[in-house]
């Protein structure tokens, strides 16, 4: 069974700094997508980036960034030069890939991020 | 593009009671998915339509929980007899291009469902 676990519940920052968020999953799947996705207080979910298992360049988007490490079975995401706006619950996500008749992404628990002025 | 629409945003109901939950996804959008999220469970999968027709319900529970999607416009959630652990944040999402290599899921604000 696909299994993805955030072990971070909370993580607070000083504004403008860098900051990784952790995620590990559990799949016998040889193809994935990996997501992260982001939750604001107003409780809208927004996509962040994405990562393809077969590929080994990590993903970027702004200021969002993965580091994917396959072994490890691990797909951080990293914030850089935060912004207040930033604070929010991010949720990592996963999906088997070539299954166009499932619909389910399994998500994390999340981790809280606190961007302090 | 307004994006996905939700109603109501909050809904009360007492126990044993029916509820409806209403979804309209992006225009032109062919997949849309029904998720729950609770403090408890976090987000869950209920089911998935692609092109009106259901595809994946494997997350909907088998007993007083329906959907339905009678045109590419609106979808529902009906659950009937309602108990207080169904209250949860019901969340509706749609697709362009499910199964098709983008992925990404676009997500309603969310209806707040509360058993009393």
């Known amino acids: 069974a696909q299994k993805v676990t955030q072990t971070q519940t909370s993580i607070s920052v000083v504004e403008k700094t860098t900051v990784t968020m952790d995620c590990v999953y559990e799949t016998r799947d040889s193809s994935y997508f990996l997501f992260w996705y982001k939750q604001t207080a107003s409780g809208e979910i927004v996509f962040l980036i994405r990562?393809?298992?077969?590929?080994?360049e990590n993903a970027t988007v702004g200021h969002y960034s993965l580091n994917f490490q396959k072994p490890k079975s691990s797909i951080g995401l990293i914030i850089t030069a935060t912004q207040i706006e930033d604070s929010a619950v991010y949720f990592c996500?996963?999906?088997?890939?070539?299954?166009?008749?499932?619909?389910?992404?399994?998500f994390g628990q999340g981790t809280k991020l606190s961007i302090k002025p | 593009n307004a994006g996905v629409i939700q109603t109501p945003r909050h809904k009360v109901t007492g126990k044993g009671q029916e509820a409806t939950l209403w979804c309209e996804p992006i225009?032109?959008?062919?997949?849309v998915f029904w998720y729950r999220q609770t403090i408890v469970q976090g987000l869950e999968f209920l089911t998935y339509?692609?092109?009106?027709?259901?595809i994946d319900d494997s997350g909907m529970p088998k007993e007083r929980f329906s959907a339905q999607m009678p045109n590419q416009s609106h979808s529902t959630l009906k659950i009937q007899s309602t108990q207080p652990q169904d209250s949860a944040v019901y969340l509706c999402?749609?697709?362009?291009?499910w199964g098709q290599g983008a992925e990404t899921l676009y997500f309603g604000s969310g209806t707040r469902l509360t058993v009393l």
């Open positions: 339509f692609r092109n009106q027709a259901p």
């Open positions: 225009s032109g959008h062919s997949a």
């Open positions: 990562q393809d298992s077969y590929k080994k």
């Open positions: 996500a996963m999906r088997r890939r070539g299954n166009y008749n499932q619909g389910k992404l399994i």
């Open positions: 999402a749609s697709s362009l291009d």
